[in-house]
């Protein structure tokens, strides 16, 4: 009978810990828009892009896709898409949505570094592809860090301003 008379005791116990557990402060992360949605609206938003070939973070082998990417840390990563051309050229759309807002700049880091690669390689063999690289576009908005290898970059950018704007 005395190991029941402790019960009352334990219970109160983990009550007051699952209460302060509950009161300590996070991160706010906004809810992630969905890529595929977001990609279609990107997309249209350029009618120059030719056929492009796209993968999302909801894809299986989503995770071993992405660092052909970006070299940021996965686990950092919420949701994430990759619009390329299927043609060769240089076309390419790419949001990687963070799951902590502070980790965005890292993501856009990233990007910048994934476009100085695409620039080496078609400086190699397309010098006319390289000069739109030189062009690119890469921003953040909230969560998201972008690159923008196309035509329309404005266009693009005001489609996915606009398609997450409240």
């Known amino acids: 009978m005395k190991k029941y008379r402790l019960l009352p005791l334990f219970l109160a116990g983990l009550t007051a810990l699952t209460l302060c557990s509950c009161s300590g402060e996070s991160t706010p992360v906004a809810e992630t828009a969905d890529m595929e949605d977001l990609q279609k609206i990107l997309l249209e938003a350029d009618s120059s892009l030719p056929e492009m070939l796209s993968i999302t973070g909801q894809v299986k082998d989503a995770e071993a896709l992405f660092p052909y990417l970006s070299d940021l840390s996965y686990d950092k990563v919420t949701d994430f898409l990759l619009s390329y051309s299927s043609s060769g050229t240089s076309d390419e759309i790419a949001v990687i949505a963070v799951t902590d807002p502070a980790d965005v700049e890292e993501a856009a880091d990233t990007l910048r570094a994934h476009r100085d690669q695409r620039l080496a390689l078609f400086k190699q063999y397309?010098?006319?592809?390289?000069?739109?690289?030189?062009k690119a576009l890469v921003f953040t908005w909230g969560q998201y860090a972008v690159?923008?290898?196309c035509d329309g970059n404005a266009d693009v950018q005001t489609a996915f301003e606009d398609f997450l704007s409240p």
């Open 126 to 134: 397309s010098p006319s592809e390289a000069e739109r690289v030189e």
């Open 147 to 149: 690159l923008l290898i």
